[in-house]
């Protein structure tokens, strides 16, 4: 029979308060393990996640504040837009649109382009004023990496992974159309809304690429500026697929997590440390996984010469400096965390670096035993490239005597010493 979820809902009430006045509440020989294990059971069965995904948000929220996230994700999102400021000005662009029959308000006093979309009469993907390019169908919480950035007039910016466009175009609209934005994504498929976005949108100093953005730096480098919007798990945005509750697991979690590394450290080469207006990175997910966030951000401070600074944005979360078991550097305080629940807007998380030197540090001291490790090997080698008369001494001395080659390696020298006889005669 199908589970009652009217008598699990009245379970999981019943445990959360036990949980939180434990020494007065419990039963009696019934353990807080034996009921956080039941907890996330019901949790699992009402809200339809997978166990994976459940126990990994109750390490990141307090109990209490998992349910208020857990609720925000059964809601959608309002839907927002951003003002083309390359076209015309918010006040002008929301009177049309309550002409229309929209009914809309701006977005928050941290932004001066969004406006928030509470109902309306036509659709909002097809009104003239859209067609014409005055507006972007747009998350808030995309508004915030590209304010994050602070784009200047005149800088050479890349937006390493830009499908389909949105934060391209809210650069652009920054810069005035000044400068350079290269906008490139890894898949040919999803540029083609880029195209389509910034022809409408007016973008004229944009020229688009499809380039894997791990090979960038052997591509092109010297940016002032570098957006990482890098692709994850999107654990932010289960509100706008459902599908992430139960489709994602350990393996790709870590499959997302080693990708973001691989292109944050090509987005950090991309950088000029000597830019004068620049040298910053702003790396962002759609995902609240320590693994995917604080773990790379930590990652990128250890292997380049890269500190972490103020996002420049007042609201959020800070970032974890320890999770569990983990310590990660004490400047993961000004990362930003952003929630459904805390402020209506996707899941996010942004952290902006600031790049101080071109050189590449070499690898950690921890690191060099594994190298040592596997030097050894190419010894035998050596000695078989090594010239012919240095090998009969070495053949003659004690330390060749008790350290013989292996039978493979003699028939090989034999053979070449065979080659080389016609050639000197």
């Keep these: ?10 379970r999981i009430q019943g445990n959360m308060e036990v949980l939180q006045d434990f020494g007065v509440k419990r039963e009696e020989g019934r353990s807080r393990q034996e009921y956080l294990a039941q907890l996330r059971r019901d949790m699992a069965a009402y809200y339809s ?26 809601v959608p999102r309002p839907v927002t837009i951003r003002t083309n400021t390359l076209k015309t000005r918010r006040r002008d662009l929301a009177q049309a649109l309550i002409n229309r029959g929209v009914n809309l308000d701006p977005l928050g006093k941290w932004s001066k382009t969004g406006l928030v979309i509470y109902d309306s009469t036509v659709p909002i993907g097809a009104t003239p004023e859209y067609l014409a390019g005055h507006y972007m169908l747009q998350g808030a919480s995309s508004l915030l990496p590209v304010m994050a950035l ?54 004229t100093n944009a020229v688009v690429s499809n380039c894997d953005g791990r090979q960038f730096p052997k591509v092109l480098g010297g940016f002032d500026r570098v957006l990482l919007d890098a692709p994850c798990s999107g654990t932010g945005v289960i509100s706008k697929d459902p599908a992430v509750k139960t489709n994602k697991d350990e393996k790709d979690i870590l499959r997302c997590a080693h990708l973001q590394k691989e292109l944050i450290l090509s987005a950090i080469d991309s950088v000029n440390a000597a830019s004068e207006t620049g040298g910053y990175i702003v790396y962002c997910t759609c995902s609240i996984m320590v693994e995917e966030n604080e773990w790379v951000v930590d990652y990128a401070l250890k292997k380049r010469n890269v500190r972490l600074v103020a996002t420049g944005l007042d609201f959020g979360k800070e970032g974890f400096t320890r999770f569990k078991d983990r310590r990660f550097h004490p400047s993961l305080k000004s990362t930003r965390r952003f929630y459904p629940h805390t402020h209506n807007m996707d899941g996010f998380f942004i952290a902006k670096f600031k790049k101080f030197s071109n050189a590449i540090p070499q690898a950690q001291k921890d690191e060099e035993p594994a190298v040592e490790a596997a030097a050894p090997p190419a010894v035998p080698d050596t000695i078989i490239t090594e010239p012919l008369p240095k090998k009969k001494k070495l053949e003659g001395s004690k330390g060749d005597k008790e350290q ?7 028939k090989k020298k034999r053979s070449l010493q065979a080659q080389r006889r016609p050639l000197r005669a």
């Design 1 to 10: 029979e199908p589970p009652d979820l009217h008598v699990i809902h009245q």
């Design 49 to 74: 996640y997978s166990d994976y995904l459940l126990t990994k948000l109750m390490d990141i929220f307090p109990l209490p504040e998992l349910i208020k996230f857990l609720e925000a994700n059964e």
């Design 150 to 203: 602070a784009p200047q007039e005149n800088e050479r910016i890349l937006d390493m992974c830009c499908a389909p466009g949105g934060k391209t175009s809210y650069i652009a609209q920054l810069m005035k159309n000044t400068g350079m934005i290269l906008a490139n994504d890894s898949s040919a498929e999803r540029l083609r809304s880029v195209v389509g976005n910034l022809h409408r949108l007016g973008v």
């Design 404 to 410: 013989k080659l292996p039978q493979p390696a003699l």
